[in-house]
């Protein structure tokens, strides 16, 4: 067996599953899951009727490549949605099944498993598949620290000249996944000044672009800021997309990788491979979300209506920051043990709630997770009022009993 598989951590969710074992909720109380970042809003018609529509394209195998249509689909769409002018669907587009995957199979491709001190860059807290990508590519992470104190900036300026000449590539994700930050301009500008200096490869992690709060300012991407930048061809950058969180279609595994041509050629010849080709029928339904608006501004109406309603609710006892965008609340947790309060939490709610802690690594002294929770606000807007008032209740009785004592 391939030994750098023991390196690889249990997931987020195996631990929060330990944590609570044993614990029984009080019977009658609906579960409320807010732990895991799964869309629960419905899939939208048009998606659906074209997977039932193109139900002949599984009597085919499907292109590495993709199919030109859909190729061309998500490149107006990158496009239109970051004021591209023209993205070349041919060199710059590849469809992959969906981000995860993408993130995972694009690291082993970049790295070389035989550079026995590569780096691999990951901010702190971070999505678990940025570190196992990087210990099943041969190379070691190294953690930028978000801190409050930052504003949950990653602490790229704290990275030393000798850590960076030994990076191969640096995994930003932008909405952050999970406290909603947006990269800023003068962010990107460094991290593409730096990656022309010392050469690394900058993937964007994008999952959460089309989650936001104002639809006047949708977030900043990579791709806007390289086109500014004057880099015609997105040198040294891979930007990646998915039709999880935009479409509410977690299942249907379809999304992009966008970018660097000479990057994406390489990719496009591991992944004829590694085949993971999305099937005919997964593309020509990708292509109908893709061409579609309506239902993504739907979709964040009622994140929009949700992020609200919980927040007014918890006010008096939790502060809530408001994210600039994706959705979850990066909550500071009363008490500062952010394992206590998620188990305690569902042993009197029945809610379930993930313990910032299991999103991070002890680095440099800290680590940045500890004493928050990640709140995913993915149900319905009855379910989420019902989710506050629960949790509002709880932290209420908590807080009267610490002063009893």
Request: with cysteine; glycine share 6%; charged share 25%.
């Amino acid at each position: 067996m391939n030994p750098r598989l023991d390196l690889l951590q249990p997931y987020p969710f195996e631990k929060l599953r330990a944590l609570l074992a044993g614990t029984t909720p009080p019977k009658g109380l609906k579960p409320i899951a807010l732990q895991i970042g799964e869309p629960q809003h419905p899939t939208p018609a048009l998606l659906k009727d074209a997977l039932v529509a193109n139900l002949d394209g599984l009597a085919r195998y499907p292109l590495t490549k993709g199919l030109p249509e859909l190729r061309e689909a998500i490149a107006t769409w990158l496009a239109r949605r970051h004021d591209l002018g023209m993205v070349d669907a041919e060199r710059e587009v590849l469809p992959v099944a969906g981000s995860r995957e993408a993130l995972f199979s694009l690291a082993q491709a970049i790295l070389d498993p035989a550079e026995r001190d590569a780096l691999v860059v990951c901010p702190n807290p971070f999505y678990q598949i940025y570190e196992g990508a990087t210990l099943l590519g041969g190379a070691r992470p190294y953690f930028a620290n978000a801190l409050p104190q930052l504003d949950f900036r990653p602490d790229w300026s704290a990275i030393p000249a000798d850590v960076w000449q030994r990076v191969r590539i640096v995994f930003t994700c932008s909405p952050n996944n999970p406290n909603g930050r947006v990269m800023p301009r003068d962010e990107w500008r460094e991290l593409f000044r730096l990656s022309d200096k010392y050469g690394f490869v900058l993937v964007s992690d994008e999952c959460y672009s089309e989650i936001y709060f104002d639809e006047s300012a949708p977030p900043l991407g990579a791709m806007r800021i390289a086109r500014e930048l004057g880099r015609p061809e997105f040198a040294n950058l891979v930007t990646l997309g998915s039709l999880s969180k935009r479409s509410n279609a977690p299942g249907l595994r379809s999304g992009f990788a966008a970018g660097d041509p000479a990057i994406l050629e390489r990719f496009a010849l591991y992944r004829t491979y590694h085949g993971t080709a999305l099937s005919n029928t997964v593309q020509r339904a990708s292509i109908a979300a893709w061409n579609d608006e309506a239902h993504v501004v739907e979709n964040r109406r009622l994140y929009r209506e949700k992020f609200a309603r919980f927040r007014e609710i918890l006010a008096p006892v939790l502060e809530l920051k408001m994210p600039q965008a994706a959705f979850y609340y990066w909550a500071q947790v009363p008490g500062g043990d952010d394992e206590r309060f998620a188990r305690e939490l569902y042993a009197a709610t029945n809610i379930t709630v993930l313990p910032g802690s299991y999103l991070s690594r002890e680095a440099h002294g800290v680590n940045p997770g500890r004493g928050y929770v990640r709140i995913a606000l993915v149900s319905t807007v009855e379910e989420t009022v019902d989710a506050a008032q629960r949790i509002k209740e709880f932290i209420s009785t908590r807080v009267l009993a610490s002063a009893a004592r």
